[in-house]
């Protein structure tokens, strides 16, 4: 029963939170792991802004409208503010979590079809991140829905990878250009010869498959330099930034 009523309210705090227009993006860097750790792109990380003014990541609520269609009405509106601010600064490259259950979405197309009508270089500056374990959900659907927005520009990542029960050969067929390597890899890795040699091992499979690498939840500067000597693209977590509104 408490359960139930804790859902309902989480629906009913995000249901108004859209209605209200009291829903952002918070921006966090993902930096080059060489050179001057430049930012490569950004992840827009929605947030919802309760009336208390307090501040509430997607953590609190997105368990509760997955399968919900309010989970529909939050990934459109991630990717309407996606494209705003891809619209507002040229430089930018961001990328946006997508849930498989809007691959089919009219109205996210929608979104994505006016987004890209008013500027053609949006496709090619827009990242689509979507979680391993939803990947697998429907890969045939999945393949199809890749295919038609990479050609026009539409990059893939596949986040969080190694946190579920991966099936290695989904890489091959799916054609991620981005893996984004679960934080548990990375966590003190300068000190676990165990996590050393699973991230050497991934970074091999993702370069013989063309897949751009990414490292999530770096905390310390050993590991940030640990990660980068084992051949890790890109990294990302609050040693390089926070997320920001």
């Given at each position: 029963?408490?359960?139930?009523?804790n859902?309902?309210e989480?629906?009913?705090?995000?249901?108004?939170a859209?209605?209200?227009?009291?829903?952002?993006?918070?921006?966090?860097?993902?930096?080059?792991a060489?050179?001057d750790?430049?930012p490569?792109?950004?992840?827009?990380?929605?947030?919802?802004?309760?009336?208390?003014?307090?501040?509430v990541?997607?953590?609190f609520?997105?368990?509760?409208?997955e399968?919900?269609?309010?989970?529909r009405?939050i990934?459109?509106?991630a990717?309407?503010?996606?494209?705003?601010e891809?619209?507002a600064?040229?430089?930018?490259?961001?990328?946006?979590?997508l849930?498989p259950?809007?691959?089919g979405?009219?109205?996210?197309?929608?979104?994505?079809?006016?987004?890209?009508?008013?500027d053609?270089?949006?496709?090619?500056?827009?990242?689509?991140?979507?979680?391993?374990?939803?990947?697998?959900?429907?890969?045939?659907?999945?393949r199809?829905?890749?295919?038609?927005?990479?050609a026009?520009?539409?990059?893939?990542?596949?986040d969080?990878?190694?946190?579920g029960?991966?099936?290695?050969?989904?890489?091959?067929?799916?054609?991620?250009d981005?893996?984004?390597?679960?934080?548990?890899?990375?966590?003190?890795?300068?000190?676990?010869?165990?996590?050393?040699?699973?991230?050497?091992?991934?970074?091999?499979?993702?370069?013989h498959?063309?897949?751009f690498?990414?490292?999530?939840?770096?905390?310390?500067?050993?590991?940030?330099?640990?990660?980068?000597k084992?051949?890790?693209?890109c990294l990302?977590?609050?040693?390089f930034?926070?997320?920001?509104?």
């Amino acid at each position: 029963m408490e359960q139930r009523e804790n859902e309902h309210e989480t629906l009913t705090m995000v249901s108004d939170a859209l209605r209200d227009g009291r829903v952002t993006l918070a921006l966090q860097p993902v930096v080059q792991a060489d050179g001057d750790r430049r930012p490569a792109f950004y992840e827009g990380l929605l947030r919802l802004l309760a009336r208390s003014g307090r501040t509430v990541p997607a953590a609190f609520f997105i368990d509760a409208v997955e399968d919900h269609p309010l989970g529909r009405e939050i990934d459109r509106e991630a990717l309407k503010l996606g494209l705003a601010e891809l619209h507002a600064d040229p430089a930018l490259r961001l990328s946006i979590n997508l849930s498989p259950h809007s691959i089919g979405c009219p109205a996210w197309i929608d979104v994505l079809e006016q987004g890209l009508a008013q500027d053609p270089t949006l496709g090619e500056r827009l990242i689509l991140e979507i979680t391993e374990r939803s990947a697998m959900e429907g890969p045939a659907d999945m393949r199809r829905f890749m295919a038609r927005l990479q050609a026009r520009g539409v990059c893939f990542a596949l986040d969080d990878f190694g946190a579920g029960q991966t099936a290695f050969r989904h890489l091959r067929d799916f054609r991620f250009d981005i893996v984004k390597i679960d934080g548990q890899f990375s966590r003190e890795i300068a000190r676990d010869p165990d996590n050393q040699a699973l991230i050497r091992a991934l970074v091999d499979l993702s370069r013989h498959f063309e897949m751009f690498t990414v490292a999530e939840h770096v905390t310390s500067a050993e590991d940030a330099d640990s990660l980068a000597k084992l051949g890790i693209d890109c990294l990302q977590g609050y040693y390089f930034g926070a997320p920001v509104l």
